[in-house]
């Protein structure tokens, strides 16, 4: 549910070593060798798992110029069906790490209070995304805009910010959020009725790009997640032109930090519910510029250890961005190990949150 690519981040794993805890049989082995069969990890130690350990490891999307892709393995110390929840309602925001600004979840008959963003936070990144909103009166923005979203952009400050007024300004604070609110709404709306495919396309410096091309490339080039999670992704991103996409557990808005600049991001959580475990996606619609789209796709397999049940969580993140498809070599291989790192600080935060609440309580 989170941006996990675009922050600056400084992330040394700590490795924590095996408490002990032993596992029971068949179950168990059962689960860990699902996961070995159809991901990056042939060697899995559920013992250093249930201790504290993640899995993360990124590996390449051939057919995808733009994506990026890592691949995570962890325990939950709660049951699965309260993990699937927890993934649809956590709230990262009160970890200041996650640099994220603003957030709004919410179900689909529950309003989304995009009219609460706010952008007179002192925060440079903040004050960033109000400059380059401005620079659209030039026809100058870097942001993820379609034509339309442009003109109706310049449209706007014409006639909502008076000539000359400066993005420090608190008028300039106030007539960004108004519009950004308005078009977040907008695409949100577009999304619940016709899917990916009534949104529009964009144009970059070098390309016209669509979201839904953007997540079929990434889906593509990885046959076997496809086919595991087929039903889902139908259900949920899949849809096809016409189509309405199922009703999500949760959608959500945020603001948050995306290397300098600040960003939003609107999403939604669907959850299936398999004969012995869970499937999750989350996915983001509309991501108003440093990257186009991300996915994420877990699988929860229950695991019971000393009596209690656990979750063992499989977790793919795929992501979209402009800047990937010019990195090569080294600077490809820290892309890689930044967004790695990323992950791992978010899981690391979602477990700690997950295992604090009491059993069976909401997360």
Same mark, same amino acid.
């Given at each position: 549910?989170?941006?996990?690519?675009?922050?600056?981040?400084?992330?040394?794993?700590?490795?924590?070593?095996?408490?002990?805890?032993?596992?029971?049989?068949?179950?168990?082995?059962?689960?860990?060798?699902?996961?070995?069969?159809?991901?990056?990890?042939?060697?899995?130690?559920?013992?250093?798992?249930?201790?504290?350990?993640?899995?993360?490891e990124?590996?390449?999307?051939?057919?995808?110029?733009?994506?990026?892709?890592?691949?995570?393995?962890f325990?939950?110390?709660r049951?699965?069906?309260?993990?699937?929840?927890?993934?649809?309602?956590?709230? !990262?925001?009160?970890?200041? /790490? &996650?640099?994220?600004?603003?957030?709004?979840?919410?179900? =689909?008959? +529950?309003?989304?209070?995009?009219?609460?963003?706010?952008?007179?936070?002192?925060?440079?990144?903040?004050?960033?995304?109000?400059?380059?909103?401005?620079?659209?009166?030039?026809g100058?923005t870097?942001?993820?805009?379609?034509?339309?979203?442009?003109?109706?952009?310049?449209?706007?400050?014409?006639?909502?910010?008076?000539?000359?007024?400066?993005?420090?300004?608190?008028?300039?604070?106030?007539?960004?959020?108004?519009?950004?609110s308005?078009?977040?709404?907008?695409?949100?709306?577009?999304?619940?009725?016709?899917?990916?495919?009534?949104?529009?396309?964009?144009?970059?410096?070098?390309?016209?790009?669509?979201? !839904?091309?953007?997540?079929? /490339? &990434?889906?593509?080039?990885?046959?076997?997640?496809y086919? =595991?999670? +087929?039903?889902?992704?139908?259900?949920?991103?899949?849809?096809?032109?016409?189509?309405?996409?199922?009703?999500?557990?949760?959608?959500?808005?945020?603001?948050?930090?995306?290397?300098?600049?600040?960003?939003?991001?609107?999403?939604?959580?669907?959850?299936?519910?398999?004969?012995?475990r869970?499937?999750?996606?989350?996915?983001?619609?509309?991501?108003?510029?440093s990257?186009?789209?991300?996915?994420?796709?877990?699988?929860?397999?229950?695991?019971?250890?000393?009596?209690?049940?656990?979750?063992?969580?499989?977790?793919?993140?795929?992501?979209?961005?402009?800047?990937?498809?010019?990195?090569?070599?080294?600077?490809?291989?820290?892309?890689?190990?930044?967004?790695?790192?990323?992950?791992?600080?978010?899981?690391?935060?979602?477990?700690?949150?997950?295992?604090?609440?009491?059993?069976?309580?909401?997360?």
């Amino acid at each position: 549910m989170r941006p996990f690519l675009a922050k600056n981040l400084s992330v040394f794993a700590a490795l924590i070593l095996w408490a002990g805890a032993l596992p029971c049989a068949q179950a168990q082995e059962s689960a860990v060798q699902s996961v070995q069969s159809i991901s990056e990890f042939k060697k899995i130690d559920l013992g250093r798992l249930v201790a504290g350990d993640i899995l993360a490891e990124r590996y390449d999307l051939e057919d995808a110029e733009k994506g990026l892709a890592v691949q995570s393995c962890f325990v939950i110390k709660r049951p699965s069906a309260e993990v699937a929840r927890l993934i649809a309602t956590w709230d !990262p925001s009160k970890h200041k /790490e &996650m640099s994220i600004y603003q957030l709004s979840i919410f179900s =689909r008959d +529950q309003p989304g209070q995009f009219e609460k963003l706010d952008f007179t936070s002192q925060e440079g990144p903040v004050q960033k995304f109000v400059e380059e909103t401005l620079r659209a009166r030039d026809g100058k923005t870097g942001l993820l805009m379609s034509e339309e979203d442009l003109k109706s952009l310049q449209d706007f400050l014409s006639k909502e910010l008076p000539a000359g007024q400066k993005a420090q300004s608190p008028e300039a604070r106030i007539a960004a959020a108004k519009f950004w609110s308005q078009l977040t709404k907008t695409r949100f709306d577009q999304f619940v009725v016709g899917g990916l495919e009534s949104l529009p396309t964009y144009k970059t410096k070098t390309a016209t790009m669509s979201i !839904p091309g953007e997540i079929r /490339e &990434m889906i593509s080039s990885n046959p076997d997640l496809y086919k =595991r999670f +087929q039903n889902l992704l139908h259900a949920s991103v899949l849809v096809g032109k016409g189509g309405k996409p199922a009703t999500a557990e949760t959608y959500y808005w945020q603001l948050f930090k995306a290397d300098k600049l600040a960003a939003l991001a609107v999403g939604g959580v669907n959850i299936e519910k398999k004969s012995d475990r869970f499937q999750v996606i989350d996915y983001q619609f509309y991501v108003s510029h440093s990257y186009f789209t991300n996915i994420t796709l877990y699988e929860l397999w229950p695991v019971t250890v000393e009596g209690r049940e656990y979750t063992l969580v499989w977790r793919t993140d795929l992501v979209s961005a402009p800047l990937f498809a010019w990195l090569k070599g080294v600077q490809q291989m820290a892309a890689g190990m930044l967004m790695t790192s990323s992950i791992r600080e978010a899981i690391h935060f979602m477990k700690s949150d997950a295992e604090s609440t009491t059993p069976g309580g909401t997360p």
